[in-house]
T-cell receptor, first 111, second 114 residues
Framework: GENVEQHPSTLSVQEGDSAVIKCTYS??????FPWYKQELGKGPQLIID?????GEKKDQRIAVTLNKTAKHFSLHITETQPEDSAVYFC??????????FGAGTTVTVRA | DSGVTQTPKHLITATGQRVTLRCSPR?????VYWYQQSLDQGLQFLIH???????AKGNILERFSAQQFPDLHSELNLSSLELGDSALYFC?????????????FGPGTRLTVT
């Protein structure tokens, strides 16, 4: 199966600074990499995703990069705001549609 | 709001009991996935149904079972409950066709076994 490692487990940033979360995956057959944001008491919310045929994708203040050779992908949040505080999960999906999740990163944005 | 609904929101029950969790996917989505989220195990894939048929199994215990009905809603049945089954249970849905493979999660059911 797929094994996804995520770092760091906690991240504290000053409002306005950037935040970067990194994930690595083990199975080269993985072809889809979503990122989820989970706020307290809520379900994971899909915020951005990238497919294996793309190297980078951006949506306003959020961007994701993928390095297939190194089997790692990263989430970049620029100009962080207090509402960005949450737990972020990366995931990798094999062709059988199963999603394997990283352990999560708790992001705290300090005002 | 993802469009995925789950009931109940909270469930408190005793060891040895059986419970049923319900999930309604987003309109048009044919797939339902079940996940368990606990503090020590993180988000774990349990099972996947597509258009009424089981498609894949993950780390699902034999005491747990699921099904997807003709109207595409799904139920997760947990029996002979143990303290360690206390967790958040999420379902997610997706189209699983063409380019629509994104999974959208419901708000979850918090199960507490006492």
């Amino acid at each position: 199966g797929e094994n996804v490692e995520q770092h760091p487990s906690t991240l504290s940033v000053q409002e306005g600074d950037s935040a970067v979360i990194k994930c690595t995956y083990s199975d080269s057959a993985s072809n889809y990499f979503p990122w989820y944001k989970q706020e307290l008491g809520k379900g994971p919310q899909l915020i951005i995703d990238i497919r294996s045929n793309v190297g980078e994708k951006k949506d306003q203040r959020i961007a994701v990069t993928l390095n297939k050779t190194a089997k790692h992908f990263s989430l970049h949040i620029t100009e962080t705001q207090p509402e960005d505080s949450a737990v972020y999960f990366c995931a990798a999906r094999l062709p059988d549609y199963k999603l394997s999740f990283g352990a999560g990163t708790t992001v705290t944005v300090r005002a | 709001d993802s469009g995925v609904t789950q009931t109940p929101k909270h469930l408190i029950t005793a060891t040895g009991q059986r419970v049923t969790l319900r999930c309604s996917p987003r309109s048009g989505d044919l797939s339902v996935y079940w996940y368990q989220q606990s503090l020590d195990q993180g988000l774990q894939f349990l099972i996947h149904y597509y258009n009424g048929e089981e498609r894949a199994k993950g780390n699902i215990l034999e005491r747990f079972s699921a099904q997807q009905f003709p109207d595409l809603h799904s139920e997760l049945n947990l029996s002979s409950l143990e303290l360690g089954d206390s967790a958040l249970y999420f379902c997610a849905s997706s189209v699983d066709g063409g380019l629509g493979y994104e999974q959208y999660f419901g708000p979850g059911t918090r199960l507490t076994v006492t």
